[in-house]
């Protein structure tokens, strides 16, 4: 029986290419959206993976969303918290409501889900936790207070929640994806995408099934001595 592997934010982006990846390395594999039901049932056309519908930023859902996804599919063995949001605005105009729903989905959301989870996965002394965080959480952004402290908070918390799991068979893990050729990014005028292509020493954005791969190398057994890793995809614009 293949392992169960639950994407949040699977059914568009990166978390889409995270999702198809994990099925084609033999996962069986369930994506939560939030919202875009359009999209998220197309995506269940095309690829037959199948999508569930809650917000991340709400623990209640989260719980009975993961009894759904464990009902139909079985115990899952790999979370990938990928999704996220953004609420761009400079610090002395942005509202408390911004800082809130940014903080409630990238920071909170990968508690809400990886809590639940948490004691299955050490009674079975096994688990992956793979956290998709951001270039920005490492270095900032201007404009993205907001999205910056929830994405290095996303890095700490894999610091921490590493230590914890080790001894149960459980990695935790956290990618930080540079500027990636999504539909956000490239909706972005010309001008201003050639201007952060020009900041990336590859001379190129990065491709969503590059971020995948990385995720399914982690989830792997193959994996199990990396645990608490920062692993940067940036194409070199930001080292640590």
């Not at 002394?125 to 920005?136: A, L």
């Not at 993205?144 to 914890?164: C, P, R, V």
């Amino acid at each position: 029986m293949s392992k169960v592997a639950l994407v949040t934010g699977g059914s568009r982006g990166i978390g889409a290419a995270i999702s198809i990846a994990l099925k084609e390395a033999g996962y069986s594999v369930a994506a939560n959206y939030a919202g875009n039901d359009e999209a998220a049932q197309k995506f269940k056309a095309e690829t037959g993976i199948p999508v569930y519908k809650w917000s991340v930023a709400d623990y209640d859902a989260c719980e009975a969303g993961i009894k759904q996804v464990e009902a139909d599919l079985g115990p899952v063995s790999v979370l990938v918290n990928n999704a996220g949001i953004t609420r761009d605005s400079m610090f002395h105009k942005m509202t408390r409501e911004q800082w809130k729903e940014v903080i409630d989905t990238n920071l909170n959301g990968a508690f809400n889900m990886t809590h639940p989870l948490w004691s299955g996965m050490r009674d079975r002394k096994f688990g992956r936790v793979i956290t998709i965080s951001s270039i920005n959480g490492q270095k900032g952004q201007a404009g993205q207070a907001n999205y910056s402290a929830s994405k290095a908070g996303d890095i700490g918390f894999t610091k921490a929640l590493a230590q914890e799991g080790a001894r149960a068979g459980i990695t935790v893990n956290v990618i930080c994806p540079g500027y990636i050729a999504t539909e956000m990014v490239m909706a972005v005028p010309e001008k201003v995408r050639e201007s952060i292509i020009a900041q990336i020493p590859v001379s190129r954005l990065g491709e969503p099934e590059e971020i995948a791969r990385c995720v399914v190398f982690l989830a792997s057994e193959q994996s199990g001595f990396i645990t608490g890793a920062t692993l940067s995809a940036n194409g070199g614009q930001y080292f640590v």
